[in-house]
């Protein structure tokens, strides 16, 4: 079982930039992948970063690739989100999550367990 809880959303503007942090507790959080995703007012909810159990394999959607980096410590059980070149169309809820065991994490589905979400807001 593995509990997550995001910090560091807020509101800013164009060309900012924002590091969402994600809080796990849980023995399974150093053997889980995880994941960012994100939801905008009246969007469904899509996953757009992910990062293997170890931290040597990521991968990005075509919106955030090249302005967000996602990383994670096992020693400290936090998995980040540096999100840079912020534009209005980054507004949403964003939600960290981590994956079923052995299962593909490109998948939206294999995710389990979810925080709660921070909100991040960019003004024009």
């Known amino acids: 079982q593995v509990q997550l809880l995001e910090s560091g959303g807020g509101l800013v503007q164009t060309g900012d930039s924002l590091n969402l942090s994600c809080s796990a507790s849980g023995r399974a959080f150093s053997s889980s992948a995880m994941g960012w995703f994100r939801q905008a007012p009246g969007k469904e909810r899509r996953l757009i970063a992910d990062?293997?159990?170890?931290?040597?394999?990521?991968h990005y959607s075509n919106a955030v690739k090249g302005r967000f980096t996602i990383a994670r410590d096992n020693v400290k059980n936090t998995v980040s989100l540096q999100m840079n070149s912020l534009r209005p169309e980054d507004t949403a809820v964003y939600y960290c999550?981590?994956?079923?065991?052995?299962?593909?994490?490109?998948?939206?589905?294999?995710?389990?367990?979810w925080g709660p979400g921070t909100q991040v807001t960019v003004s024009s």
């Open positions: 990062i293997n159990w170890s931290g040597t394999e990521t």
């Open positions: 999550a981590a994956a079923r065991p052995f299962s593909d994490r490109s998948v939206a589905s294999n995710y389990e367990h």
